[in-house]
């Protein structure tokens, strides 16, 4: 089916470790975001690229690389992790802008210890 | 500087109801609104928004919500709450800070319908 799928759904990270987060959509959308999701912060902005090769920072940045080698793919990387970071993180993908809504996957669930 | 404030962190309503999730916002120019929908262990899903046009928005699950400018407002409502309606919802607006294609969040309303 086609949407925004990312892997993996759970992880668990010892503090220092580096990882990566993959998403993947296959409706050729130009715009692709992260966030993360916090208990009683909603869902803050990491990361988002505007089309290939094009990157950005958002609200929360610190911590975490990105690319965006192809339309397809987003991955989100963390560099030495923390357990400030544990968090569940979403993708999300859009064509044209937020007016035709994102498109979100199910979400990685991270635990660093 | 903009935000998003959600201000009841659960709120509570008998199945057949009606029910409202409240959100206020505070934006420079016109606003665009929206609403998410986020049921268990799954991601966000697009409810409906608010860009132009009438102040009454409708959506998808037979939720509405409405446009008020001068109390800068976008409640979501719903005549008839079904059991199913039970979940997180997240108001959110036009990031400007970050960019013209960034939404920027409320911190969530979790509705729970009681059988």
């Known amino acids: 089916n086609a949407g925004v799928t990312q892997t993996p759904k759970f992880q668990v990270l010892k503090t220092g470790q580096s990882m990566t987060l993959q998403c993947a959509q296959d409706?050729?959308?130009?715009?692709m975001s992260w966030y993360r999701q916090d208990p009683g912060m909603g869902l803050r902005l990491i990361h988002y690229?505007?089309?290939?090769?094009?990157?950005d920072q958002g609200e929360v940045p610190n911590g975490y690389n990105v690319s965006r080698s192809t339309t397809e793919d987003f991955p989100l990387r963390l560099l030495s992790a923390a357990p400030s970071q544990t968090s569940v993180y979403f993708c999300a993908s859009s064509n044209q802008g937020i007016i035709y809504g994102y498109t979100f996957g199910s979400g990685t669930r991270l635990t660093v210890v | 500087a903009q935000s998003v404030a959600q201000p009841e962190d659960q709120v509570n309503v008998a199945e057949g109801n009606p029910l409202t999730v409240k959100c206020t916002y505070s934006?420079?120019?016109?606003?665009?609104l929206f609403w998410y929908v986020q049921y268990p262990n799954r991601g966000l899903q697009f409810l409906l928004k608010?860009?132009?046009?009438?102040?009454l928005v409708k959506g998808s699950y037979g939720f509405e919500a409405e446009f008020n400018k001068s109390q800068t407002s976008f409640h979501l409502k719903k005549p008839s709450a079904l059991v199913s309606d039970s979940a997180l919802y997240f108001c959110a607006v036009r990031d400007m800070k970050t960019g013209a294609n960034n939404l920027f969040f409320g911190t969530g309303t979790r509705l729970t319908v009681i059988p």
């Open positions: 690229s505007v089309g290939a090769g094009i990157t």
């Open positions: 409706m050729n959308h130009e715009y």
């Open positions: 608010y860009i132009t046009g009438d102040n």
């Open positions: 934006v420079s120019g016109n606003p665009y």
